[in-house]
């Protein structure tokens, strides 16, 4: 008796470990995790598997690039109450997910340990924050010394809050560089077990969010696939297998038309922008430090070639300026400045322009000779085996040989090329690490012109051709120091930014890289899209905060 029971029981559970989770209780999401799961430290986030911070670990605010609007989430509210302070107040019962008490201290402590240690990616806010003071039980001020608004706000959705009573015994070793492989956030979700191929969060019943915000996470398993390749992912979509998909996938119009798949557009370009992807050019190096060859080059690559060519129009062309065109940024696009200092592919200008200058083709190799009549050659790089890059940059090299410029395609393998870009060891570039949609337009603009790159060996923030210009430096700290209040000086801000990225050319901007976004509904209905724009629908690092985890809130098991 007691032996058949054993028998049935172990069959049983087979069967149930063969069978995997109940599958209408579980989102298989991928495009974020590229090798074995083996960190989940918020402070090291760019290490962390996809959804650390987001789904575990949460953020004060959350920040919505659909609307263009903060949103209050660990934190009730958030205001300037004076110039120089910004008080939060927290929400009502928080927990950690041990039980314990969520707290304004363990607010008080992240923010600290920054101070304490000065290689936590927060750090440098102290440079600008002059101390915390603590108002009543769930309310605390952040005094600044020197006010930074927009960088404060992209803090605000970036910093995760970790519990006190387990951090505060760690060292400085372990928190700048442990695995924390026992994460314990506030989140809706706890990483539940991981695999070479997996990590699977499980959703956290006793969230403080199910009661204070009536939101309830539908899926009881949320598991992160590490799939392949892109064409892997196309398959186990079509099968089902795959229910949420952040791949860059080729086809969709037959994906949507024989599979049913669902995407935020039904028509061209089917996605949401996510960051500006654009070239940037080694200034400093003779021929490229020529302001006018710049400018030739940006009227000769044709843009909407590489949105076919290489992206089956699932991305746009970006305009002269880069900025995205999400609610946030826009409000501030200057309009007058672009149509004035912008370009648009034009390859009898750019030629009219090197004419101008002295660059011609003198022994008729058909390639231009500088004004001296010296032969010069170029690359344009890109990561081998980026298939849409490598055919955007052949693209773009094929354009520039039209107007006589003698430019190579080159793909050297991924770490050469990271190396080459914030080493700024290259010539001209393809890039979008540093462009992607924030909550302030400060942050392209940072991105483009980062002052430090000048001077660093290696820049990891932008500025990759370090393009150097006093005046850029002021104008973007005057920018990170206007509250978005002033919409009057923010917009003048932008505006002599985009003037001066416009003259100058450090960065010709392209096009927007899409917000892949593909998803199935065999299992799951009620995904996001322009009609139901309830969530930005995407699960990369530091998008969970951007709307991702509101997709797991809105989703319906069929
Ligand atoms: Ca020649």
Avoid at 203 to 213: P, R
Avoid at 255 to 280: R, V
Avoid at 308 to 335: C, H, L, Q
Avoid at 458 to 469: A, D, E, I, M, Q
Wanted: charged content about 20%.
């Amino acid at each position: 008796m007691k032996k058949w029971f054993v028998v049935v029981f172990a069959l049983v559970a087979i069967a149930i470990f063969a069978q995997g989770f109940e599958r209408n209780q579980t989102v298989y999401i991928g495009g974020s995790l590229w090798s074995p799961p083996s960190n989940w430290n918020p402070f090291t986030s760019w290490n962390a598997v996809a959804g650390t911070i987001g789904l575990v670990y949460e953020t004060l605010f959350l920040y919505d690039p659909l609307v263009g609007q903060f949103e209050p989430w660990l934190a009730e509210s958030g205001e300037w109450v004076k110039p120089d302070t910004f008080r939060v107040k927290l929400r009502n019962n928080l927990t950690w997910q041990d039980g314990k008490q969520l707290t304004i201290d363990d607010i008080i402590f992240t923010f600290e340990l920054g101070k304490k240690f000065s290689g936590i990616n927060y750090s440098p806010i102290w440079n600008w924050l002059s101390r915390i003071e603590k108002v009543d039980s769930r309310t605390i001020d952040f005094i600044f010394s020197d006010p930074r608004y927009q960088e404060w706000g992209q803090q605000l959705i970036s910093i995760a809050i970790v519990p006190k009573h387990i951090w505060e015994g760690k060292s400085e070793a372990d928190i700048l560089q442990g695995a924390n492989e026992k994460p314990v956030g506030s989140g809706s979700y706890y990483v539940e077990s991981w695999a070479d191929d997996r990590n699977v969060f499980r959703k956290n019943a006793n969230w403080w969010g199910i009661k204070e915000l009536g939101l309830n996470p539908k899926p009881e398993r949320v598991v992160v696939l590490r799939v392949l390749s892109n064409n892997v992912a196309v398959g186990m979509l079509m099968k089902g297998e795959l229910d949420w998909s952040n791949f860059f996938l080729p086809g969709i119009p037959i994906l949507q038309k024989s599979y049913g798949i669902h995407t935020w557009f039904k028509e061209p370009p089917y996605m949401l922008p996510a960051n500006t992807t654009g070239i940037f050019l080694n200034v400093r190096k003779y021929p490229l430090s020529v302001v006018e060859l710049r400018r030739a080059m940006a009227y000769a690559i044709d843009p909407n070639k590489i949105v076919d060519r290489a992206f089956e129009k699932m991305v746009t062309a970006s305009n002269a300026a880069g900025i995205m065109p999400v609610p946030g940024w826009m409000k501030y696009y200057p309009d007058e400045t672009v149509q004035k200092y912008g370009f648009k592919y034009d390859p009898e200008k750019a030629k009219a322009i090197l004419d101008e200058i002295g660059f011609k083709d003198i022994n008729k190799d058909g390639f231009r000779e500088d004004a001296q009549g010296r032969p010069f050659k170029l690359t344009i790089e890109c990561p081998y085996g980026w298939t849409d890059w490598m055919v955007s940059i052949q693209s773009i090299a094929e354009d520039l040989r039209k107007v006589g410029l003698n430019v190579e395609p080159i793909y050297p393998d991924a770490s050469k090329y990271n190396d080459d870009l914030y080493g700024g060891k290259f010539d001209i570039i393809l890039n979008n690490y540093v462009t992607g949609v924030s909550s302030t337009i400060w942050s392209y603009f940072n991105a483009v012109f980062y002052p430090d790159a000048v001077n660093a060996d290696y820049s990891y923030s932008g500025n990759f051709g370090k393009y150097h210009n006093p005046e850029v430096a002021t104008l973007l700290d005057e920018l990170n120091r206007t509250s978005s209040n002033d919409q009057a000086k923010m917009k003048e801000l932008v505006a002599q930014l985009s003037e001066i990225l416009l003259k100058d050319l450090p960065f010709i901007p392209l096009w927007y890289n899409g917000a892949w976004f593909q998803a199935s509904s065999d299992v799951w209905s009620n995904w996001p899209d322009t009609s139901n724009p309830y969530a930005w629908p995407i699960g990369w690092a530091g998008h969970w905060q951007l709307g991702g985890i509101k997709v797991l809130f809105n989703i319906e098991a069929k």
